[in-house]
């Protein structure tokens, strides 16, 4: 059974299993690798991806889920935000392995779309579902503070 | 390195196929060192025609003026790409905007890594260490030639010519010439024998912020790692393991599994029962549907309680000594004060972000593997092995890790021969098979960190000067019975002990024992290795003894450390900048502080944490001191402390895999909990300035959290943690 629903501003169906979890459909079907498998189990956020704008674990999202809605994966992403918080996280050198982080900078555009001067304390909310190995979060929380003040700009 | 289409969907992608060699262009004049010869060897553009005798193989200039540095380390997010490259383009004079980073293939003659003899692999902190004169030599060397070349060129003496950023200039004349243009001229050049190397007051690189070499591919989705291999073709495998390590395959039933749509075959293999499929869901469902019958009978039927009750008997048993110094014994028995403690440490796993995998495409003669590959010739080795090939037959393409933190670099080289055996299994016919593990797998899979027991007595005088010092360790050998067996004397694995044997501390009577036990659950180094525990161990009890001493917990350690000038500083920075002496913290709140030496490297924390009434640790704030030598990239430094930071805080708050009958009770993030971004401390990082060698920091910054963490709870509280995780002991004052 097809499902078909706008990926990164594009009309995109996909004929193929409507439980298979939105991950796979955008890593293996429609074939658009940033977005990453970390857990399975919507524990890490690897898999961060929008969905109408709101950010979320696409690893247990079956794809029949999305149909006739928005999903934007990393590759997609295209608002003033989004362009300030890649900006930030090339400045401030955020990544080390750098596999988490197509979601961290997926939650942290969800957030700042919603929120544009975040405290702290919503960056913890937002962001504490993204787990780093590498443990980049002193970089991260940064990061967003100075995107931040440069999407206000 | 092959033309296998690693199919090319992004710009990043295609600048990895670049760099990977297989789509250099005819325009790329490239040079290479062929160090026996003595001669420079052309090379015209394509992969594949590296001379067979190039122990320098490390830098290739094109006609455009790139300039390529050879990794023989892999990137798994220490910034070792970035780091070799600086020290190389250093030494060039190379434009840092035109440098790329590719990885080497696998090959011990030219790639070994320095520090482990004839294996190429990244391990120990060693990359940058055991780099530094080699990649200055390589860059110095290629520098002269380009000068020579331009030298000769314009007929100039070559002391009147200077280089910057890629360009020779010649200012009597005005001439410049780019490094590209003199490619073919200097690649007909010899190499010289000897050159000068920099002064360290002329490093225009070193020692400055250069922009990492990979982090724009990871902002934007692009970099690739394994997961993101594809060909055409290619199939995906999940492994069924045993429930229980030791056990292995009865019989199974595949006949639900057949049926889910997407699944192409299940095979057996050594380790368990492969699924392999058109998808990972389909395998995922595939391998859910199967039924497996195990055959436990040589299996590790133990729970983790059981074997830490029996590890806390053998440490009153003797033990082999790993280090003797005067009679402790004597000086504990003739004691003002006696102080003892015990220290538990579970087993830990690596849990990189990314799950183990690897891509494999095999065939009757040959064997190549797509990996984040830390042990490449170990890996290459028991790839043949498995495969029935010559080690020259298999060929590795070293990708980005999605983490590691020692978890790719195991002597059995697990997910390699899993993924090599599935491919064997399935009929060696050129497949590419792409073996996937899940979350799950990764927690269950075994390799971990050991569990360790740690028993203390130590005596102060009448002078409460501290006179006597006896640690007993009890735990599983990493390297015993694998090739690194051979790094062991006298029945010591030195990674049990190292940071407990080598104590800095000036103690007039040392003992050091040690006792190994034999467990049927696989270890492995976990990053900083040994220090992991041991460095808990000796800064929470050295904490302890001086407050048993009526001592600051600095001060006690600083007049420990009056004959170790660089690790006194260290720690002296750490307690500077955190303020040590500047009044107590509010109620509810302490410091603490640990320091370590940890390959070559030493570092020292301070921990700022507050305890609530319920017991909950927050950690507030961590100052970090490091003197690693010289620091190739300051900032790389302090992210590899504030990530060694997180990663050390995250096992000592939260790290535990146990054993219940055998089976591993954790399995996911769940239950098997790392730091997050609520937990994180603000972090400050100061390096000691320094001209000496550098040493490694991807590993050290993990040891003294966790006693800093511990040692700032004593101080807010009252209550020592003996038993990790601290989320296992409770520290309500």
Known sequence: MATTFLLNGTSTTLDVDPKMPLLWAIREVARLHGTKFGCGMAMCGACTVHVDGQAVRSCVMPLSSVANRQVTTIEGLKSKQAKAVQAAWIDLQVPQCGYCQSGQIMSATALLEKNAAPSDADIDGAMSGNICRCATYPRIRAAIHAAATAAKA | ?733
């Open chain 2, 1 to 733: 390195m092959s033309n296998s289409p690693v199919l090319p969907t992004l710009p990043a992608r295609r600048e990895f196929l670049k760099g990977a060699g297989a789509a250099v262009t005819a325009l790329t004049i490239g040079f290479e060192w062929a160090g026996s010869t003595r001669r420079a060897v052309a090379l015209a553009g394509a992969a594949n025609t590296a001379p067979p005798f190039a122990p320098n193989a490390f830098v290739r200039i094109g006609a455009d003026n790139s300039v390529t540095i050879i990794s023989k380390h892999i990137e798994m997010g220490q910034g070792s790409y970035t780091g070799l490259a600086t020290v190389l383009a250093e030494e060039l004079d190379a434009d840092w905007a035109q440098v790329r980073v590719e990885s080497a293939p696998a090959d011990a003659t030219r790639y070994a890594n320095l520090a482990f003899g004839k294996i190429q692999g990244t391990g120990g902190s060693s990359a940058i260490a055991n780099s530094w004169p080699q990649l200055r030599d390589a860059g110095a060397k290629a520098r002269a030639m380009l000068l020579s070349a331009a030298a000769s060129e314009w007929h100039v003496p070559v002391a009147e010519l200077t280089v910057e950023k890629s360009v020779i200039y010649h200012a009597p004349s005005k001439r410049q010439a780019s490094f590209g243009s003199l490619v073919k001229k200097a690649a007909a050049l010899p190499v010289p024998d000897t050159v000068q190397l920099k002064d360290a007051k002329d490093f225009k690189l070193i020692g400055h912020q250069a922009a990492r070499v990979d982090v724009a591919a990871k902002c934007d989705g692009s970099a690739l790692f394994t997961i993101d291999v594809e060909m055409p073709g290619m199939l995906v495998a999940l492994l069924k393991r045993p429930p229980l390590f030791g056990a292995t395959v009865k019989s199974f039933d595949g006949a639900a599994t057949a049926k889910v749509e997407g699944v192409v075959k299940v095979v057996q293999v050594p380790h368990g029962v492969a699924v392999i499929a058109k998808s990972f869901w389909a395998a995922k469902l595939g391998r859910d549907a199967l039924t497996v019958e195990w055959d436990d009978s040589k299996a590790e039927k133990r729970s983790s309680a059981a074997m830490m009750e029996e590890y806390r008997r053998l440490a009153d048993q003797p033990a082999l000594p790993a280090r003797k110094q005067g009679d402790a014994k004597k000086a504990i028995g003739e004691a003002t004060r006696k102080i003892s403690a015990s220290f538990e440490f579970p087993y830990l796993a690596h849990a990189p972000m990314e799950p183990l995998d690897a891509v494999v495409k095999l065939d009757a003669k040959s064997c190549e593997i797509w990996a984040g590959d830390q042990f490449q010739t170990i890996d290459q080795m028991n790839a043949a092995q498995t495969a029935g090939l010559t080690p020259a037959q298999v060929s590795i393409h070293t990708l980005y890790a999605g983490g590691s933190f020692g978890r790719r670099a195991n002597t059995v080289s697990d997910y390699i021969v899993e993924a090599v055996s599935i491919a064997k299994a399935y009929g060696a016919d050129g497949t590419p098979i792409k073996l996937q593990w899940t979350r799950e797998d990764d927690i269950r899979g075994g390799l971990y960190r050991p569990m360790y027991f740690h028993k203390f007595e130590a005596g102060l005088n009448a002078q409460n000067e501290l006179t006597g010092w006896h640690h007993v360790i009890v735990g599983q050998s990493i390297m015993a019975g694998t090739i690194f067996a051979a790094g062991m004397k006298d029945g010591i694995d030195p990674t049990s002990v190292e940071g407990a044997a080598n104590i800095a501390y000036g103690i007039p009577n040392i003992a050091v024992d040690l006792s190994t036990t034999k467990a049927g659950v696989p270890v492995l180094w976990w990053r900083v290795v040994g220090s992991s525990h041991t460095t808990f161990a000796v800064e929470a009890f050295i904490d302890e003894v001086a407050h048993a001493a009526g001592a600051d917990p600095f001060a006690f350690r600083r007049k420990l450390l009056e004959h170790e000038p660089r690790m006194k500083a260290v720690l002296e920075l750490a307690a500077e900048k955190a303020g040590w002496n500047s009044g107590p913290l509010p109620k509810g709140k302490g410091r603490g502080i640990a320091v370590c030496e940890a390959f070559k490297s030493l570092v020292a924390q301070v921990a700022e944490v507050s305890v609530d009434e319920g017991g909950r640790i927050k950690v507030d704030r961590v100052v970090c001191a490091v003197d690693c030598g010289t620091a190739v990239n300051p900032d790389i430094i302090k992210s590899q402390m504030e990530g060694g930071i997180g990663f050390g805080l995250g096992a000592a708050l939260y790290g535990a895999v146990t054993l219940k009958d055998g089976r591993i009770e954790q399995g996911n993030f769940n239950d098997y909990r790392v730091l997050r971004m609520n937990e994180a401390p603000k972090v400050e990082v100061y390096i000691v300035p320094s001209t000496e060698n550098p040493t490694g920091v991807g590993e050290p910054g993990v040891a003294p959290i966790g006693p800093a963490v511990a040692n700032a709870v004593f101080a807010a509280t009252g209550k020592r943690v003996y038993v990790f995780p601290f989320s296992k002991s409770d520290v309500r004052s």
